[in-house]
């Protein structure tokens, strides 16, 4: 394998790219864009946290809701890794990489837990698969084995017992300070337009590939 001779020659997209005052419209679009290309799960970013020990760490989440308002909404364990995390520093990164449509978004900014009542409706609203797992599995931490999890997830089902939202299990909603969109550009000239909140509005200028 030699990976000094993969590369690939960008700009094969030839959409004309129009820069709008506020990003959350462009996200959108391009995040459309994915999911009608189709790029399979659109909707994974990359997300990267910073704990008590200064070291980042980074893993693959689900955007499940966004908008200006309330912010980039994906759920998890709220004991997990990230989680401990967020409760030491609520600064966070954000990435979605579309292959196909040779686009990057980078996000940066605070999190948040969701209130309760759209995390417990947002559980309900799960499969019965995913809630059961969620009940059961204490992520991040050590495991002797999947099976003691899948004998729980078993026990669980004989016992009948209503599979409500855990505590511990939520939603995340990260409200962006930046906002950077790529396209990929011929000859390495990649385009990048960086959107900075000011007060109430968004201001935006080009950077340097
Ligand atoms: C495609 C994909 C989607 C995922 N979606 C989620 C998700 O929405 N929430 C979640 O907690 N973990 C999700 N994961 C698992 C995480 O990447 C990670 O393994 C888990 O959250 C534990 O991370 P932590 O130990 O850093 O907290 C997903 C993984 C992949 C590959």
Redesign the pocket.
Known sequence: MNLSDLRRDFGQQNERLIWPENPFPLFEKWLNDAIEKPVQ?AN?LILSTVGKDLKP?S????LKEFSEAEGFV????YN????QDLKNNPYAAIIFYWNLLERQIRIEGKVGKISRKRSKAYFNSRPLESRLSAYVSP??QPIESLENLQQLREDLINSEQEITCPEHWGGYALFPSKIEFWQGGANRLHHRMEYTQTGDKWMKQMLAP
């Open positions: 799960e994974a760490s893993r693959v989440v689900l994906f759920y998890t364990d997990s890794h990230k989680g992520q991040s």
